[in-house]
């Protein structure tokens, strides 16, 4: 599976693409909500086809990020482009359970993962999200 990663803090990132590369997964990391949606959005459709191209197959997002845009609007920004069948969405977070329910409520479907989470735990996740 293809997945692009969001998150402001560089070890989890790091943590996070090694654990799913190793898992046998293909990963793009960002800590720049700039660059990651410039990267995943798409710009194009298929040909002959309304459906949008998107270069993964899943994204995982986290909240906060720090003197960018915050993961609530980038999830905003995906939405406008893509259903949950579409573009999964799994939010990583170590915000508050109210926080994150207001998300969920937000964004029906969208997977919330609050930090510190094991990885198991992640791939667990991406596993039932792939073999629905």
């Given at each position: 599976?293809?997945?692009?990663?969001?998150?402001?803090?560089?070890?989890?990132?790091?943590?996070?693409?090694?654990?799913?590369?190793?898992?046998?997964?293909?990963?793009?990391?960002?800590?720049?909500?700039?660059?990651?949606?410039?990267?995943?959005?798409?710009t194009?459709?298929?040909?002959?086809?309304?459906?949008?191209?998107?270069?993964?197959?899943l994204?995982?997002?986290?909240?906060?990020?720090q003197?960018?845009?915050?993961?609530?609007?980038?999830?905003?920004?995906?939405?406008?482009?893509?259903?949950?069948?579409?573009?999964?969405?799994?939010?990583?977070?170590?915000?508050?359970?109210?926080?994150?329910?207001?998300?969920?409520?937000?964004?029906?479907?969208?997977?919330?993962?609050?930090?510190?989470?094991?990885?198991?735990?992640?791939?667990?996740?991406?596993?039932?999200?792939?073999?629905?």
């Amino acid at each position: 599976m293809n997945i692009g990663v969001l998150d402001d803090n560089v070890a989890i990132l790091d943590f996070v693409r090694t654990a799913l590369e190793l898992s046998g997964h293909r990963v793009q990391t960002f800590s720049s909500s700039t660059s990651f949606l410039a990267a995943l959005l798409p710009t194009h459709t298929q040909k002959n086809s309304m459906t949008p191209v998107f270069p993964v197959d899943l994204v995982i997002v986290d909240l906060i990020i720090q003197g960018d845009i915050p993961g609530v609007e980038v999830i905003q920004r995906i939405r406008e482009v893509a259903t949950a069948q579409q573009l999964p969405i799994i939010v990583i977070s170590a915000t508050g359970m109210e926080q994150l329910a207001q998300v969920k409520q937000r964004f029906p479907g969208v997977i919330l993962l609050s930090k510190p989470f094991s990885i198991k735990t992640l791939l667990h996740v991406i596993e039932h999200l792939s073999n629905p």
